[in-house]
């Protein structure tokens, strides 16, 4: 199993473009999440989906679209990136243990929007 | 509404010291508790949980326990090692897919 993976790494944007971080997981997982994590706030949940077809607005939604038309892939979309959006982002995927919820992570994507 | 507060690091630690992050949170009712541990240029890997009140989550040397009475759940380590350098986060969750983080704390461990 690969898990959960992201890509790409690294990207720059300029202020203004478009572009959609990709990830994908083989676990066979129904919930799938995007968080973003920047400096001196931990990890922020921008949307999350329950399913295939099924997505929701996390804390920090405003300027990300998202899509889930598989189990496997969860792609995020940035629409008109912007500085603000400067971040490392973060997908997970979750499978049920119990009554808890445990997250894989993937390994991240660093955007630098300028 | 639902959150996490961790101590501030960065926490700096000769090797085989002993190590305690503290961690309380707010919730209604009976959250789960969990640590993440996050190498550099790694993304969050699941340290240990702990689903109900007195339960103590252990994984890799490292312990913490639900306390319900003091909404904490400290992590604790008896002898750490430069490989336990890495940022470590406490999150909560209220029985759905959606964690809670804290801020995240920096333990550097020094040789």
């Known amino acids: 199993n690969a898990g959960v993976t992201q890509t790409p790494k690294f990207q720059v944007l300029k202020t203004g473009q478009s572009m959609t971080l990709q990830c994908a997981q083989d676990?066979?997982?129904?919930?799938m999440s995007w968080y973003r994590q920047d400096p001196g706030m931990g990890l922020r949940l921008i949307h999350y989906s329950v399913g295939a077809g099924i997505t929701d607005q996390g804390e920090v939604p405003n300027g990300y679209n998202v899509s889930r038309s598989t189990t496997e892939d969860f792609p995020l979309r940035l629409l008109s990136a912007a500085p603000s959006q400067t971040s490392v982002y973060f997908c997970?995927?979750?499978?049920?243990?119990?009554?808890?919820?445990?997250?894989?992570f993937g390994p991240g994507t660093r955007l630098t929007v300028l | 509404g639902n959150s996490v507060t961790q101590m501030e690091g960065p926490v700096t630690l000769s090797e085989e010291a002993f190590l305690t992050i503290n961690c309380t949170y707010t919730a209604t009712g009976y959250p789960s508790l969990f640590w993440y541990v996050q190498y550099p240029g790694e993304g969050l890997q699941l340290l240990l949980k702990a689903t109900k009140a007195d339960d103590k989550g252990s994984n890799k040397g490292f312990e913490a326990t639900y306390r319900k009475e003091t909404t904490s759940f400290h992590l604790e380590k008896g002898s750490v090692q430069v490989s336990d350098s890495a940022v470590y986060f406490c999150a909560l969750s209220q029985n759905t897919d959606k964690l809670i983080f804290g801020t995240g704390t920096r333990l550097q461990v020094f040789p």
């Open positions: 676990m066979n997982h129904e919930y």
């Open positions: 997970a995927s979750s499978s049920i243990l119990g009554t808890s919820y445990e997250q894989f």
